[in-house]
């Protein structure tokens, strides 16, 4: 349900047993000292803003089977250091994981076709990142204030997005979409492009 542990400041950790099918809305806001939680197969929605600043966070595992993550569920997760997301992710929400400023990597699985708006906004410690074959939308500001970022990379065989030492492309190198914040010294955009993004 939603809110159901919200505010729980003092609740250090939490096994959800198997009969429980989703997460509501908020279900744990603010529950700064909350350091791990046990979210089991039977789950097959967490809700938007489930882990909204839950500051203590330092990992989570996503089950098997689940298929996205809502816009602002691990906002402001300032510990998470970790994440493993399953195979069988397909999009990343809105600001889902944004201000996870202790996130240093994260593995997006081939699964994954859309990673919306701000999704790692203020990922501060995030240093590359790998954008998998099958992803067909990115929005351009999926990786605002990541400012340690240096690259963006690619996997081949992406029909629709390509990198350039460690720039983000389209795919036929006509549009320039996001160069990572920590990127130095010299770079060449190359002639086929004729259009740089927002």
Same mark, same amino acid.
């Given at each position: 349900?939603?809110? /159901? $542990? +919200?505010?729980?400041? @003092? *609740?250090? #950790?939490?096994? !959800?047993?198997?009969? =429980?099918?989703?997460?509501? %809305?908020? &279900?744990?806001?603010?529950?700064?000292?909350?350091?791990?939680?046990?979210?089991?197969?039977?789950?097959?929605?967490?809700?938007?803003?489930?882990?909204?600043?839950?500051?203590?966070?330092?990992?989570?595992?996503?089950?098997?089977?689940?298929?996205?993550?809502?816009?602002?569920?691990?906002?402001?997760?300032?510990?998470?250091?970790?994440?493993?997301?399953?195979?069988?992710?397909?999009?990343?929400?809105?600001? /889902? $994981? +944004?201000?996870?400023? @202790? *996130?240093? #990597?994260?593995? !997006?699985?081939?699964? =994954?076709?859309?990673?919306? %708006?701000? &999704?790692?906004?203020?990922?501060?410690?995030?240093?590359?990142?790998?954008?998998?074959?099958?992803?067909?939308?990115?929005?351009?500001?999926?990786?605002?204030?990541?400012?340690?970022?240096?690259?963006?990379?690619?996997?081949?065989?992406?029909?629709?997005?390509?990198?350039?030492?460690?720039?983000?492309?389209?795919?036929?190198?006509?549009?320039?979409?996001?160069?990572?914040?920590?990127?130095?010294?010299?770079?060449?955009?190359?002639?086929?492009?004729?259009?740089?993004?927002?």
């Amino acid at each position: 349900s939603g809110y /159901a $542990f +919200s505010y729980c400041t @003092s *609740l250090y #950790s939490i096994t !959800i047993p198997n009969s =429980v099918k989703s997460i509501g %809305n908020y &279900a744990f806001e603010y529950c700064s000292s909350l350091l791990s939680i046990t979210i089991p197969g039977s789950i097959s929605a967490i809700n938007g803003y489930a882990f909204w600043f839950c500051t203590s966070l330092t990992s989570i595992t996503i089950p098997s089977g689940y298929s996205f993550i809502n816009s602002y569920t691990f906002y402001g997760c300032s510990s998470l250091t970790s994440i493993t997301l399953p195979s069988s992710i397909t999009s990343i929400g809105a600001n /889902a $994981f +944004s201000q996870c400023s @202790s *996130l240093v #990597s994260i593995t !997006i699985p081939t699964s =994954v076709t859309f990673i919306d %708006n701000f &999704a790692f906004r203020g990922c501060t410690s995030l240093v590359s990142i790998t954008i998998p074959s099958n992803v067909k939308s990115i929005r351009w500001t999926a990786f605002d204030g990541c400012t340690s970022l240096t690259s963006i990379n690619v996997e081949a065989g992406n029909p629709n997005y390509t990198s350039l030492d460690g720039v983000l492309y389209d795919k036929n190198l006509t549009q320039a979409i996001r160069c990572p914040a920590k990127k130095t010294g010299m770079l060449v955009i190359p002639i086929s492009v004729t259009s740089i993004g927002s």
